[in-house]
């Protein structure tokens, strides 16, 4: 017999350590790991981290098999490894109830279980007695069960099976907003129940993690998890910078001599932990800084990290470190304990000098997790395994970079007359008839199909939930029952937002779609944009294309546009470079009688039917429930146009092909268009193109006026008050209203009258409009709308669309994109309760409520809300550099300021502005927004336009470089460069001609104080002087935008944490920040500088806000000062106000007069003082420094006088 190799020996000696500690606790008939002898229960994390030395060793077995016998070992192995996965299995679709409910209600009572009975599968405890919802668990069973697969092992045995696993992904695919109880089973650092985004589950289900690292929690600033998410085996970063980063941040802040700490401040199995209690107090977390448990699994992480990076130093390191922390069990077996705890009597010791005394194994041993991986490394380490074994899907190259995507882009026409527009620009385009056979069609259709996916009627699943398509969806070519379909982008529906109305804005999404491809395509062949040129998108006159729109088209065509490679052509071109993906779930099968004989409707039924049993095939139907109106829509598309047989027919057949024919062009076009309007497809026209389809269709007629006359009249004189006509019971006459709906003058007038009729009769209420019943009040406010849109009076198209409640499908999503990067938001105007904060995600009908209440029922203060939401959304995910120093987003602070702004620049009321700002297009609206997010200036002009026999003022926002001064600055006083205080000194020469003087600086900064939202008159003077002079008013302004952005400088919340330990708190309004929160979190955690803006958010007005900051930005400034104390509570407001009569008196001493040293009367603050930069003389700075020195003088010890 052959003599055993030297690596069979070690191999097998591998094997007995995973018989012994880990194998032979397998149960025998469910195949799960109970988690050690004390905890019997199976939890679906630990199973399946435990289990890959197992996989591992197989695998190891299978490649260096010396004889037959390890063959056998393998297999053995491996089934081991098939029987707890399939365990698991068991275990969840033994819930497959929860799987359904939770894919729509990401609720914590409809979430899997975490743990369950090891010998039975069963639950062990119930829905709300444990932190069941831990995504990043789910995430990883089903992340493994595709490495397992893709390396041989067989876990999938049926399509019940299959269709349950699609489900899990639709689970999970919600991760990125469902704040769960995370890897560590506790949620929030205080271990109370509260759910909280975390990065380990996020990473796990990998979305838009890199937003959130390397912060892991709203509550935990690090967390040493998330090395699973950077590292294997989730390998869910693809920036490489940003995944050395997470990790150095772990191990400078938890790594210890035993391993990491989990989190800081981490309270589990410390002698300072109270055991009878599962909580912590908010203040007792301080005490357990220094003398957090260390976890030696953390290094069994960075060994396997190492080995993938080939960085064999930090192998090396991290092995001989464990080596010397492993315990040895019976017969020499290497065990890896669960954590290392400081002994009780030496705490004290342990908090003053950390890391210097030797702590003690508790908890598990082995933890059979940290065992398994321990096994892994070593098997990797010793070359038993190749990185490519364990990880087949080959995710550890997301760092590696990528080679340029090319964006393939086909330009359709929508008809033939934008076909003839485009051809005398140069453009030579296809219509959407002329492509066929390859359809073309709304991504909404998609979201339909989609929804088939993993439906199970055995199981009561119906597959993935409806939700609109991205544009990695509608950018793939897909083959569904022999026949190509493409999709054009989802903002593209103009059913869907109004946004699509607007060219500009169209552009705008199609540059962010494209730069979102470029960065994030990852498949098989290249992406395909099909780009329709539709009516809308044509100019006011119609009789060519939007300038935006034909100026892209061009952009595209040259192969480079919005920072992507493009080649554009003909979609049939593009068939062989695409990616093309088989939807082979729309396929006929078990479930899908349906597409082939389930309504007879099938491409080779009509051979063996009769024409009368043809025309009632609908009524045929074997199983009535699986037909739905998708498979209906896309069998009347795919049957209207059959290609017609060049042979002669038979005598037999000829009959029924001409009664084919005569269907198709009468009931079964109707049937195919109503089937588009029940799956609300817009422009049916298009996509099913049809002489008769179009004279067939049908529009409800609202009355134009008899007697429209042209006038001029202002955009706001059109809310003019309504005489509502009433009956003899004094009630209003909705007959007589319908009447006036038939003399309205203008489009406004009929949606105020449709608004009051949907008041008062609601949505449904037929109005006998030209015949009884007549079309109800929402088809006419529908009709409304798209009339509106051809006008593009945005005012009015927004305000249709919130009586509508039009749906914003990527609401929630952008509202999630937003808290992923770590912001909180607020809508409504401050103070609170009307501003609603929103801190975790929520689902889209609860968060348009929330809107709605916040906006206080204002129809279009909600719906330009969602507006703004979405582009915050845009741009965080585009330039996240806008939003470096906000934690919390204002949005109705900055519609208050960008009304402020608008009557700033041109120079109106407050109601002018703020009607102004509803009537700007949304592209001007989403520029407006970037400018005030950036600080940049910008201009605003004003033209004239007429529209719907009125003439209408059109407001648009331009770029404005300052003509002869340093380029602006971004707003933040953090920003402040000397350059600001040379050009007020350069135009204090140049306005009065002599050189810089107090007086005369008192003068050149009073100069912008009349052009401010709250003052009426505007003298020639001030007009004169704001054409010469950029700069007057820019502080205020400043401060206003800084204010209401909740924008802070650098590292401001780190030094209000080192304020409050000197002080026993800050008073803000009334309010105390009290020092014990430094005692609960630390100064990097968000939690903490999100506690702090709701201190400072109290306060309405944002520039006092922004004084207040540069208030404690004062106080901060003594920390770095050797002050042991800064006394009890400091009132902020009063040291500024202190700093307030300060200035006021040295002003007032230089010759100022009361008009100069004017006050807001809400705040009692000198409006000069708002408007005063930070440095120099008259700084604010200067004030607050002296009024802090003032208040503490009295409270600092007998050394205080060194201070000033």
Not at 44 to 60: C, E, F, K
Not at 167 to 174: D, G, R, T
Not at 417 to 424: D, E, F
């Amino acid at each position: 017999m052959r003599g055993r190799s030297n690596s069979g020996v070690r191999l097998d000696g591998y094997g007995r350590l995973v018989q012994q500690t880990i194998l032979r606790h397998q149960d025998a008939v469910t195949g799960l790991l109970p988690a050690s002898a004390d905890h019997r229960d199976a939890w679906v994390r630990d199973n399946v981290y435990s289990i890959l030395a197992v996989w591992g060793l197989g695998l190891a077995y299978r490649k260096n098999a010396d004889r037959d016998e390890d063959k056998a070992k393998a297999y053995e192995l491996e089934q081991s490894v098939v029987k707890l996965m399939r365990g698991l299995l068991q275990c969840m679709m033994r819930q497959v109830d929860k799987v359904e409910a939770f894919k729509y209600s990401q609720s914590t009572r409809d979430c899997l279980h975490a743990k369950y009975n090891t010998h039975t599968c069963a639950t062990v405890v119930g829905d709300h007695e444990w932190g069941h919802l831990q995504l990043d668990a789910t995430s990883l069973y089903l992340l493994m069960l595709a490495q397992m697969t893709a390396s041989g092992l067989h876990i999938i045995h049926s399509l019940d099976e299959v269709n349950f696993i699609q489900n899990l992904v639709f689970y999970i695919e919600a991760a990125y907003k469902t704040a769960d109880f995370g890897i560590w089973e506790r949620g929030d650092k205080t271990n109370r129940g509260i759910t909280e985004l975390n990065a380990s589950s996020v990473g796990m289900a990998k979305s838009i993690l890199h937003s959130m690292l390397p912060r892991a929690s709203s509550s935990k600033e690090v967390d040493a998890s998330v090395l699973s998410v950077i590292s294997y085996p989730a390998f869910a970063v693809e920036d490489s910078e940003l995944v050395e980063i997470t990790k150095q941040e772990i191990i400078t802040k938890l790594q210890g001599r035993y391993g990491c700490c989990r989190f800081l401040r981490d309270g589990y199995r410390t002698p300072r932990e109270d055991p009878n209690r599962s909580y912590y107090e908010p203040a007792e977390l301080k005490l357990f800084e220094n003398i957090e448990c260390e976890w030696p699994l953390f290094w069994t992480y960075l060994i396997i990290d190492g080995i993938f990076n080939g960085n064999m130093e930090q192998v090396q390191e991290y092995r001989e470190a464990l080596e010397g922390i492993l315990i040895k069990g019976k017969n020499g077996v290497r065990l890896v304990p669960e954590l290392y705890s400081v002994p009780p009597d030496k705490v004290d010791e342990e908090y003053n000098n950390p890391h210097t005394v030797d702590r003690i194994p508790m908890g598990k041993l082995p933890l059979m997790w940290g065992q398994s991986l321990y096994i892994l490394g070593c098997l990797m380490a010793e070359g038993f395994l190749a990185p490519g074994e364990i990880d087949p899907l080959n995710r550890r190259f997301a760092t590696v970079p990528k080679p340029d995507v090319v964006v393939q882009v086909c330009i359709l026409a929508e008809t033939e007359g934008i076909k003839a527009i485009l051809k005398k620009e140069g453009i030579h385009v296809e219509t959407v008839a002329d492509v066929y056979p390859i359809r073309v069609q709304p991504a909404r259709i998609l979201s339909h199909i989609y929804a088939r996916l993993g439906r199970n009627k055995q199981m009561s699943l119906t597959g993935r939930p409806y939700r609109h398509m991205g544009v990695i969806g509608t950018s793939k070519l897909y083959n569904i029952r022999k026949n190509i379909f493409a999709f054009t982008p989802q903002f593209i529906d103009q059913q869907q937002f109004y946004l699509a109305l607007d060219s500009k804005m169209i552009v705008e999404m199609l540059r962010t779609d494209l730069s979102y491809l470029c960065s994030r395509w990852r498949m098989t062949g290249r992406p395909t944009i099909t780009f329709p040129v539709s009516q809308t998108m044509l100019d006011d006159t119609g009789s060519s294309i939007h300038p935006t729109v034909l100026a892209t088209l061009r952009k595209l065509q040259d192969g480079y546009f919005g920072g992507a490679r493009i080649q554009t052509g003909k979609l049939s071109e593009f068939l062989t470079t695409s990616c093309r993906t088989h939807l082979s779930f729309m396929d006929p099968g078990p479930e899908g009688k349906v597409f082939a004989n389930g309504y007879k409707l099938g491409l080779d039924s009509f051979e063996e039917l009769d024409p009368e049993e043809w025309l009632h095939g609908l009524q045929f139907a074997e199983d009535a429930d699986t037909y739905d109106e998708v498979a209906q829509y896309l069998d009347h598309l795919l049957q209207r146009t059959v290609p017609q047989s060049n042979l002669p027919p038979t005598a037999q057949q000829g009959g029924l092909k001409r009664f084919r024919a005569a269907v198709h062009t009468t009931r079964d076009l109707m049937s195919l268009a109503s089937k588009a309007k029940d799956l609300q497809v817009q422009n049916v026209g298009m996509y099913v193109p049809s002489k008769i389809f179009q004279a067939s269709q049908q529009s409800v007629k609202l009355l134009s006026s008899p007697h429209q006359h042209d006038q001029e009249v202002k955009s706001h004189a059109l809310h003019a008050e309504m005489n509502l006509p009433r009956d003899e019971a004094g009630n209003v006459d909705c007959k007589a209203l319908v009447d006036q709906l038939r003399i309205c003058p203008t489009l406004q007038e009929q949606a105020d009258i449709l608004y009051m009729l949907h008041i008062l009769k609601g949505p449904e209420w037929h109005t006998g409009l030209e015949s009884e019943p007549g079309p109800t009040v929402k088809e006419l406010l529908t009709e409304l709308y798209v009339r509106v849109g051809a006008t593009r009076q945005w005012a009015l198209i927004r305000y249709i669309s919130g009586i509508l409640k039009k749906k914003v499908e990527a609401l929630d999503e952008a509202c999630t994109a937003l808290l992923s990067h770590q912001k909180h938001l607020t809508v409504g105007l401050p103070p609170e309760p009307r501003e609603k904060t929103i801190s975790a995600p929520i689902p889209y009908e609860e968060l348009v409520r929330l809107i709605d209440e916040a906006s206080e029922k204002n129809l279009s203060v909600s719906i330009l809300t969602q507006e703004i939401m979405v582009y915050l959304a845009m741009y965080i995910r585009t330039q996240p550099a806008l939003f470096t120093d906000m934690f919390r987003i204002r949005i109705g602070l900055i519609i208050q300021v960008m009304a402020t702004e608008l009557a700033h620049s041109l120079h109106c009321s407050a109601g002018e502005a703020t009607e102004n700002l509803m009537n700007l297009s949304p592209s001007n609206v989403k520029n407006l927004l970037y400018h005030i997010l950036s600080g940049k200036e910008f201009g605003v002009e004003k033209s004239v336009r007429s529209v719907d026999s009125l003439v209408t003022t059109a407001i648009s926002i331009y770029d404005v470089e300052a003509a002869g001064a340093t380029k602006t600055e971004r707003a933040g006083i953090v920003r402040l460069k000397s350059e600001i205080k040379q050009q007020l000194d350069k135009r204090r020469q140049s306005l009065t001609g002599s050189k810089p003087g107090d007086g005369d600086l008192l003068a050149s900064l009073s100069a912008g104080q009349s052009e401010l939202l709250d003052k009426g008159s505007f003298s020639s003077l001030v007009k004169d002087q704001s054409s010469k002079d950029s700069r007057q008013g820019q502080w205020k302004r400043r401060r206003r935008l800084d204010g209401a952005l909740n924008r802070v400088p650098l590292g401001f919340y780190q030094k209000v944490w080192k304020v409050l330990q000197k002080c026993h708190g800050l008073s803000v309004e009334g309010f105390v920040l009290p020092s014990s929160t430094t005692r609960e979190m630390t100064p990097g955690e968000m939690k903490f500088a999100v506690h702090v803006e709701s201190v400072l958010n109290r306060v309405p007005q944002p520039e006092y806000r922004q004084l207040l900051v540069e208030t404690i930005l004062v106080l901060t400034m003594l920390v770095d000062v050797e002050v042991h104390t800064m006394g009890g509570i400091i009132p902020v407001e009063k040291i500024l106000h202190a700093a307030n009569d300060l200035f006021y008196e040295e002003q007032k001493a230089l010759g100022a007069d009361d008009q100069m040293l004017e006050k807001d009367p809400s705040t009692g603050i000198c409006d000069l003082l708002y408007d005063s930069a930070p440095s120099g003389r008259f700084g604010t700075m200067t004030y607050l420094s002296k009024s802090v020195a003032l208040h503490l003088y009295d409270l600092l010890p007998g050394d205080g006088c060194a201070m000033q």
